[in-house]
Nanobody, 115 residues
Framework: QVQLVESGGGLVQAGGSLRLSCAAS????????MGWYRQAPGKQRELVAT???????NYADSVKGRFTISRDNVKNTIYLQMNSLKPEDTAVYYC?????????WGQGTQVTVSS
Protein backbone atom coordinates (compact mmCIF):
# COMPACT_ATOMS: atom_id res chain seq x y z
CA GLN A 1 0.00 0.00 0.00
CA VAL A 2 1.41 3.35 -1.05
CA GLN A 3 1.64 6.00 1.63
CA LEU A 4 2.35 9.66 1.00
CA VAL A 5 3.09 11.84 4.00
CA GLU A 6 3.08 15.61 3.58
CA SER A 7 4.70 18.11 5.91
CA GLY A 8 5.74 21.74 5.96
CA GLY A 9 2.44 23.57 5.93
CA GLY A 10 1.64 26.40 8.29
CA LEU A 11 0.74 30.04 8.70
CA VAL A 12 2.81 32.66 6.90
CA GLN A 13 2.42 36.32 6.04
CA ALA A 14 1.95 37.46 2.48
CA GLY A 15 5.28 37.63 0.70
CA GLY A 16 6.73 34.85 2.82
CA SER A 17 7.92 31.37 1.92
CA LEU A 18 7.19 27.78 2.84
CA ARG A 19 8.57 24.45 1.68
CA LEU A 20 6.30 21.44 1.53
CA SER A 21 7.63 17.89 1.57
CA CYS A 22 5.98 14.65 0.51
CA ALA A 23 7.65 11.41 1.52
CA ALA A 24 6.60 8.23 -0.28
CA SER A 25 6.66 4.81 1.35
CA UNK A 26 8.43 3.28 -1.63
CA UNK A 27 10.58 4.21 -4.58
CA UNK A 28 9.23 7.22 -6.42
CA UNK A 29 10.59 5.71 -9.62
CA UNK A 30 7.55 3.44 -9.54
CA UNK A 31 5.32 6.43 -10.32
CA UNK A 32 4.90 8.01 -13.74
CA UNK A 33 4.61 11.40 -12.11
CA MET A 34 4.19 13.09 -8.77
CA GLY A 35 2.78 16.44 -7.93
CA TRP A 36 1.00 18.89 -5.73
CA TYR A 37 -2.63 19.88 -5.82
CA ARG A 38 -4.57 22.26 -3.61
CA GLN A 39 -8.12 22.82 -2.52
CA ALA A 40 -9.41 26.04 -1.06
CA PRO A 41 -12.69 26.19 0.88
CA GLY A 42 -15.66 26.01 -1.47
CA LYS A 43 -13.48 25.36 -4.49
CA GLN A 44 -12.49 22.32 -6.51
CA ARG A 45 -9.12 20.69 -6.13
CA GLU A 46 -6.68 22.14 -8.64
CA LEU A 47 -3.27 21.28 -9.99
CA VAL A 48 -0.36 23.28 -8.60
CA ALA A 49 2.72 21.54 -10.04
CA THR A 50 3.81 18.15 -11.32
CA UNK A 51 7.10 16.45 -12.11
CA UNK A 52 7.42 13.34 -14.23
CA UNK A 53 9.86 10.49 -13.88
CA UNK A 54 11.81 12.07 -16.70
CA UNK A 55 11.96 15.38 -14.91
CA UNK A 56 9.39 17.24 -16.98
CA UNK A 57 7.80 20.04 -14.97
CA ASN A 58 4.35 21.55 -15.20
CA TYR A 59 2.96 24.49 -13.23
CA ALA A 60 -0.37 26.19 -12.88
CA ASP A 61 -0.23 29.68 -14.37
CA SER A 62 -1.08 31.17 -10.99
CA VAL A 63 2.13 29.86 -9.39
CA LYS A 64 4.64 30.12 -12.24
CA GLY A 65 7.71 32.03 -11.19
CA ARG A 66 6.86 31.69 -7.50
CA PHE A 67 6.70 27.95 -6.81
CA THR A 68 9.28 25.28 -7.62
CA ILE A 69 8.70 21.54 -7.57
CA SER A 70 11.64 19.17 -7.14
CA ARG A 71 12.37 15.58 -6.24
CA ASP A 72 14.99 13.64 -4.29
CA ASN A 73 15.12 10.11 -5.66
CA VAL A 74 17.31 8.89 -2.81
CA LYS A 75 14.94 10.12 -0.11
CA ASN A 76 11.83 9.20 -2.15
CA THR A 77 10.55 12.67 -1.49
CA ILE A 78 9.21 15.54 -3.55
CA TYR A 79 9.19 19.15 -2.51
CA LEU A 80 7.30 22.31 -3.27
CA GLN A 81 9.19 25.52 -2.58
CA MET A 82 6.65 28.33 -2.35
CA ASN A 83 7.91 31.91 -2.46
CA SER A 84 6.12 35.26 -2.62
CA LEU A 85 3.04 33.68 -1.11
CA LYS A 86 -0.30 35.41 -1.54
CA PRO A 87 -3.51 35.13 0.49
CA GLU A 88 -5.11 33.38 -2.51
CA ASP A 89 -2.58 30.56 -2.07
CA THR A 90 -4.38 29.59 1.13
CA ALA A 91 -5.59 26.00 0.77
CA VAL A 92 -5.03 22.42 1.80
CA TYR A 93 -2.15 21.12 -0.29
CA TYR A 94 -2.19 17.47 -1.33
CA CYS A 95 0.61 15.29 -2.64
CA UNK A 96 -0.26 13.02 -5.56
CA UNK A 97 1.54 10.04 -7.05
CA UNK A 98 0.33 8.65 -10.35
CA UNK A 99 0.71 5.27 -11.95
CA UNK A 100 -0.94 4.15 -15.19
CA UNK A 101 -3.63 2.30 -13.28
CA UNK A 102 -4.06 4.31 -10.09
CA UNK A 103 -3.61 7.59 -8.28
CA UNK A 104 -2.51 7.96 -4.68
CA TRP A 105 -3.06 10.91 -2.37
CA GLY A 106 -1.61 12.16 0.86
CA GLN A 107 -3.69 13.40 3.75
CA GLY A 108 -3.06 17.06 2.97
CA THR A 109 -1.31 19.89 4.75
CA GLN A 110 -2.84 23.29 5.46
CA VAL A 111 -1.19 26.42 4.10
CA THR A 112 -2.59 29.72 5.33
CA VAL A 113 -1.30 33.04 4.02
CA SER A 114 -2.34 36.11 5.95
CA SER A 115 -2.59 39.55 4.38
Amino acid sequence: QVQLVESGGGLVQAGGSLRLSCAASGSIFSFNAMGWYRQAPGKQRELVATITNGGRLNYADSVKGRFTISRDNVKNTIYLQMNSLKPEDTAVYYCNAARSWNDYWGQGTQVTVSS
